[in-house]
Every structure is written in C-alpha cells, then in structure tokens.
C-alpha cells in the first residue's frame, strides 16, 4: 500500500523541507525545534499547521442554507490546546464566579431587601445553578467541543438561536473587560488617593490580563488557580471571623447574634424587595458556566469536569450562602455605607469591610481591598478567555467573520484575544466626564446575557435528552449523569425564566428609596432599558438570523448525537469504572457522589 505521506508530497500538498521545519506535522504531534527564542515567539503566532478551514455550508439555490454537520464537525476538530488539568477546572469551578457580585454587590442587595432576602434569593439561585451546571456537565463530558453553550444550542435546538446565544456571551464578555479594568483602578485608590492617573493603571492592568492569555489556556489557568486559592482563603477566614465577631469575640465584647433581624428586620421593600436581590444574586454567580466552555481545552474531560462540577454544590453553600448569613447578621440593612458605592469594587460599601470595620477591627480593610483587586483582576482574565473563545466558535460554525477562527501554534485564538484587547482600550475612557453614562450603557448590553445563557443550557439538555433517548440509547451510556436530572433542567429553566419577568418588573417599576423624588417617565423608560437592553438585542439577533437563513429547529431524531465524542470506546470505560466503584467502601461512593 502506498505511503500516505509519500502520496501527499506528489500531489503537492507536502513537501519534504515543509515537514522537516514543522511547517506540515500529523494532527497532535508538536516537533521540538533546535530555534532561537526571538524565531519561536515569532513563528507561535502563525496558524496552527494541524488547523484547517472550516468546511464550507452546503449552500442551496438561495445561498441561504445553514449546515448543522458542518458546524458541529468544525466545534468538534478545533485546534485549541488541551492543557487544563483537573487541578484548574476545580479551582475555576469553586473560585470563578466570587467575585465583585459577592464582596461589593451584596451589600446593596442587603439594603434593598433586608437579610432574609439576600439569603432566600442566593439560595434559590444557587439551586438553580447547581441544576444548570450539572445539566452542562452532562453534555460537556460527552461533547467536549469549542463554544459549549453556543454549540449546543446550535445542535439541539436551533441554528439561529445558537447564532444569538453565542454573541450574546461574547457581547457580555467583551463589555466586562474595561468595566473591570476601570474598577482596578478604583480599588489602588483606596491607598493612593488619586495621587496617579487612573489611565496609567488602566495601561498596567489592560497589558497583564492581556499577557497572561498570550500563555495560552495554561497561562488562564494557572492564574485562575491561583487567584480562586486567594479569593477562597479570603472567604473562609471571613466565615471564621465572622462567627466570632457574632458571639462577642471582637474587640469590643459585645455579642451582636440577631438583633438585625429584629431591628430593624429581616426583610425590606416586601416582595418587591426579593425579586430585586434575586436579580443581584444571579448576576453574583455569574462565571460559573466557565467551566464548561474549558472543556474542549481540558487533557480529560471525562475524569476532571465531573468532579469540578460537583464541587459547585460546596461552593453554593459554604461560600456564598453561610458568608451571606453571617453579613446579614453583622451588618444591619438601614447603614448608609452599604448604598454609597460609587463602583462595583467600592471596597468601603462592602458589607464584608462594614462588619469588619463596625466590629473595631484595623488592618483588615487594606487586606480586604487587596482581595477585591484580585477578584477584578480575575474577571478580568476571565473575559478575554471568554469572549475570544466563544468568537471563535463562532467563527468556526460560520456564524461571525472566519478571520476569528485563526488559531496560532500555541492553540491561542490569537485574533479573538486582539479584538477583546481593541475593546479593553474602552477603559481609557475612565478619566471622562461621561464616564458612569458610558459604562452604564455599555453594562445593560449584557445585562441579561447570563440568565439567558443559564436558560439555555437548561432547554439544550432538555432537548438533548429527548433526542438522546428517541435515538435508542440508555443514560448508562452516559459518561457523567446530570444528578438532578431532566427534573432539575425544568427546575432551572423556569426558575431563570422567573428571574427575567422580576428583571422586567423591578426594571419598568423600580424601587425608590425614601427621600429621593419620584420617577419621571423618562425615567422609567433609562431604568428599564439600562436593565433590559440585552432582551430585545438578543431578539432581533435570533429573528434577523432565522429569518435570513431560514433554519430551522433541530429534531429529536435528526440530532448529531455523534460528533465531537472524544473517547470512542466510551462505553468500555464506563463499564471498567463501574466495576471499579462497586468495589469501593460505602463511605468513598458517598463521597465521590458529592465531590
């Protein structure tokens, strides 16, 4: 039999010197180069040789036809590097989504609707992403393809809406990144005072997150892991301390328990009051659905996502709703302080500095502070992985400018991360005198983008089993299992659909504190598209794009429920590890059931 390689080189598709440069190598084998360090760092921007052009659509006699194959074919072979280890997507998975939304944002939550609220609406979230992210996990195990949450509803449900769905999360992303540069700046003020132009930090911050992405997925990763290590330590020892503060071991000696749920109350704004924190509680914990969209750059998904995913559930109670508790019963709601954030990383409106400052506690504050800065600095870096990723996802299923699919030897979306750095030059924009207008417009583009994504992964997996199911196979072919179910989909799927009608309400009818002057309708009006801008962007993407190509929704039995499986003997390995786990003691199953 003639030599595949032989037969290429005569017609001309290899040549001998080509490959000996590594200019042509066979798909994942990398070729160790005696290259000066200059010529290495040059020739890693170049594509990636084992990349190809995505097939083209199968266009019919309109020039209006999308092609689902095509699409999930070209998600599936992405040349981006798999160098995420389990160490990473756990990490990414406990500490991704603490952020600003939970040190700062909470604090307002708190003054809107008492601490009863902002502990009710946290936990009713987190329920509801526990349901989601399993429900991803489910389908990120078995599909481990570039642009997960775009992707699977272009496969699943429809092109179009997949279409939508994909520039509404890089919309989100793209937007974060110089409102989080510019809330860095905010935080070195707290030590130095203005005395340094805010655009010179704007500058340093904008060149280390860009720095740290071109190192690739390693790079986000490892940095990710260690700022989720910080941000985790600082939360835990906030517990501690919190629960010493209560019982009167704080400076003063005085033993606080709760009294703020007496006085001046548990709840505040009634049911109003509610549906505006649980607005704020789904922003807090945006950034989890990371995790699946690290899946296609992850060594081995199957091993190392299932145990990220399970560990949000620890998350959800330990760092969120315990932390929550203890503030509510630190910091009453009517404090001033906690509704004077002039930004979203204002360290002196979070309630966790309140409690620590009211409890006679110095030093503190400064640590707090330096923690917050890293929380920005790590949304930050989130952003460019983000936005770039899911650009080129896009541009690999033919839905954004193939330009963004280029993908270098390092693996690194080179001309998504360029684009997400030409928007992060917005946050020069600090020093203007528009400034707050700006960004405030710029932030209800994505306002809504994560409720709208966590929705649709829950339909996606809805429809995912139906079709899976309608196709003759069994869940024990599943590598992982969503543990909720198609139950808890449902569950997570009304549930955001609840928030988006409370967004709507407490949108259009906002709540007015005591004091300040009634609403014009003019002022309805900015209140409500400030909130919910995102809503009719995402419509009119889904509806312009349906109605130019005419797609339509994906069929249970037509479903690719093939393509982009990583392991093809998946049911073999199955089968191996679970007669591996029948053998382990009660207490090792119970624990690998949570973790």
């Known amino acids: 039999m003639d030599n595949p390689r032989e037969k290429a080189w005569n017609h ?18 990398q070729l160790h180069q005696n290259q000066s360090l200059p010529r290495r760092f040059v020739d890693s921007f170049k594509r990636d040789p084992n990349a190809h052009q995505t097939p083209k659509a199968s266009v019919g006699g309109d020039g209006k036809t999308f092609d689902v194959e095509s699409a999930a074919q070209a998600t599936a072979s992405s040349p981006l590097q798999r160098h995420l280890k389990g160490r990473h997507l756990q990490m990414i998975a406990i500490g991704g ?43 990120a195990v078995l599909f481990p393809v570039a642009g997960s949450f775009s992707a699977y509803s272009t496969r699943f449900l429809d092109p179009a809406w997949g279409f939508a769905m994909g520039w509404n999360y890089a919309m989100q992303w793209l937007v974060v990144l110089p409102l989080e540069i510019v809330s860095a ?56 301390l919190g629960i010493i503060i209560n019982v009167g071991g704080g400076p003063d000696g005085s033993y606080i328990g709760g009294k703020y749920w007496q006085d001046p109350g548990a709840f505040n704004h009634g049911f109003k009051g509610l549906c505006s924190v649980f607005v704020n509680a789904a922003f807090a914990f945006a950034g989890t659905e990371l995790v699946g969209l690290a899946a296609a750059e992850t060594a081995n998904p199957r091993k190392s996502l299932p145990t990220a995913i399970k560990q949000v559930f620890w998350r959800i109670t330990l760092f969120y709703v315990v932390s929550l508790t203890l503030v509510g019963l630190l910091v ?14 204002d360290a002196t409106a ?32 989130s952003s460019i992985y983000g936005s770039s990723r899911t650009l080129a996802a896009l541009a690999e299923q033919n839905q954004a400018p193939k330009i963004l699919a280029y993908i270098d030897r390092k693996g690194r979306p080179i001309v998504s991360i360029g684009i997400a750095f030409l928007l992060g030059l917005l946050g020069f924009f600090a020093g203007s005198e528009r400034q707050k207008e700006a960004f405030a417009w710029m932030i209800a583009l994505s306002g809504l983008s994560s409720i709208v994504t966590w929705a649709s992964i829950c339909l996606a997996h809805i429809r995912f089993r139906r079709g899976w199911k309608k196709q003759g196979h069994t869940l024990d072919e599943l590598a992982f299992r969503s543990q909720p179910g198609v139950i808890g989909s449902w569950i997570g799927f009304i549930i955001n659909c609840l928030v988006l009608v409370a967004q ?57 429920l093939h393509t982009g499986i990583r392991d093809l003997n998946v049911s073999e390995l199955i089968a191996d590890e679970r007669a591996e786990q029948a053998a382990w003691p009660a207490w090792r199953r119970a624990y690998k059931f949570f973790c």
Request: glycine residues 12%; proline residues 5%.
């Open 12 to 29: 001309g598709e290899y040549s001998p010197s080509g490959y000996e440069s590594g200019e042509f190598v066979d798909y994942g084998i």
């Open 97 to 139: 989504s603490i952020g600003t939304g939970l040190f700062v944002g909470s604090g307002n939550a708190l003054a809107i609707g008492g601490p009863a609220s902002l502990v009710l609406s946290f936990m009713i979230t987190g329920a509801m992403l526990y349901c989601t992210v399993h429900a991803l996990g489910e389908m």
């Open 185 to 240: 700046t905010v935080t070195i003020e707290y030590w130095s005072h203005g005395s340094v132009n805010n655009d010179a930090w704007v500058a340093l911050f904008l060149a280390l997150i860009v720095i740290i992405n071109l190192f690739g997925v390693k790079g986000y990763g490892e940095a990710e892991f260690v700022f989720s290590i910080i941000k985790v330590v600082a939360v835990i020892g906030y517990i501690i």
């Open 332 to 345: 009453p709601y009517t404090n001033p302080r906690l509704l004077s954030a002039t930004n979203s990383a």
């Open 350 to 381: 979070s309630p966790f500095v309140i409690s620590i400052v009211n409890a006679g506690i110095t030093g503190l504050p400064s640590v707090f502070n330096g923690v917050i800065m890293i929380a920005v600095l790590s949304v930050g870096n």
């Open 504 to 560: 709507f309400w407490t949108g259009a009818w906002p709540i007015v504190n005591e004091g300040d002057p009634p609403l014009t309708p003019g002022g309805h009006a900015r209140s409500f598209f400030q909130v919910y801008l995102a809503a009719p962007v995402v419509i009119i993407m889904y509806i312009g794009y349906k109605l130019w190509y005419r797609t339509a929704f994906i069929r249970s039995y037509n479903m690719d």
